[in-house]
């Protein structure tokens, strides 16, 4: 119902579907790096290319077709694609954030490790930024401890689509000055960098001496 709530309030609201389309093509991306490429994506996520580009690229749609809101059915797809909740993009309409999608059951998927403190160094701008990279890595953290019956995962575990981010997690708990939820940020940062470099939004942001 808040969902429903929510796009009816966002109806012609293009700004706040400008930023829903933002920040999904960034979670696109930090789904897998070969997500750079919206038809790959489209093909592999079972969601129909022009739907995706839609959601991106809400002035477009608007101009081309003079609708700028989603029906919940086409959300509903549209969640399921990007790895995110439904109930999320609700959410980021209103100014929020979004959440990965639920892929588990209990008091583990209700927590989700989802929420992870950043560093008390990174500016709260910049948390805002790299946020929904935390969150996603944050989430692969929790599946992958489960997969280990409890043990702490290696890079391997974490990112096995990923080599870069493996070997980047890897390096981190080697050096052995990180906790684990400041590792989980600093690859985020090493995320939306590799997004940056392919152009997608400005690399600038501060690094831990």
Known sequence: MQLSEALERHRTDIKAWERVGAMLAIQRQVLDDRYSNLTLFADERGVNYRLA???????????????????????RQLA????????????????????????????????????????????????????????????RLDLAREHLAGADPGGA????????????????????EWTEAEMAWQVAELQRRRVAARGGEPAAGPARA
Do not use: H, M
Not at 55 to 65: C, K, M, T
Not at 117 to 122: E, H, K, N
């Open 53 to 75: 580009w839609d959601i991106e690229n809400p002035r477009q749609r608007a101009r081309r077709s003079g609708r700028v809101s989603f029906t919940l059915e086409k959300i």
């Open 80 to 139: 399921d694609a990007y790895g995110v909740s439904a109930a999320s993009i609700g959410t980021a309409l209103d100014g929020g954030a979004l959440t990965p999608a639920a892929t588990r059951t209990g008091a583990a998927a209700l927590a989700g490790g989802a929420r992870l403190a950043p560093p008390g160094y990174l500016p709260e701008a910049y948390v805002t930024v790299l946020r929904p990279y935390a969150d996603v890595i944050a989430d």
């Open 157 to 176: 575990d974490i990112f096995p689509d990923s080599p870069a981010d493996a070997r980047a997690w890897n390096a981190l708990a080697a050096a052995g």
